[in-house]
């Protein structure tokens, strides 16, 4: 259960990053940089929110919980850096 709450938790991590990210693309420089602040704290409290809960309620692993965390995001950034060099060739 533990690995499951810390993957999902990653991939909405990784989903909110990827919208935000989309949004920025008309804003000017210094109204972005208060978006981007906005939505990094938004996302950090959903995350420990969850994790909180997980943890508290769940009685989650941690090890778990942890493992699921670092390893979808592993997994992301390979799969990620793989379509780069594809798109290169």
């Known amino acids: 259960m533990g690995f499951?709450?810390?993957a999902l938790v990653s991939l909405g991590n990784f989903q909110l990053i990827a919208h935000a990210v989309d949004g920025m693309a008309g804003l000017e420089r210094a109204r972005a940089a208060g978006t981007l602040w906005r939505g990094a704290l938004?996302?950090?409290g959903i995350s420990g929110?969850?994790?909180?809960?997980?943890?508290?309620l769940v009685r989650v692993s941690i090890p778990a919980l942890v493992?699921?965390?670092v390893l979808t995001q592993v997994t992301m950034i390979v799969?990620?850096?793989?379509r780069a060099?594809?798109?290169l060739t």
């Open 4 to 6: 499951a709450v810390g």
């Open 42 to 44: 938004l996302r950090f």
């Open 49 to 56: 929110a969850v994790l909180v809960a997980a943890l508290l």
């Open 67 to 69: 493992a699921g965390l």
């Open 79 to 82: 799969l990620w850096f793989t």
């Open 85 to 87: 060099l594809h798109s």
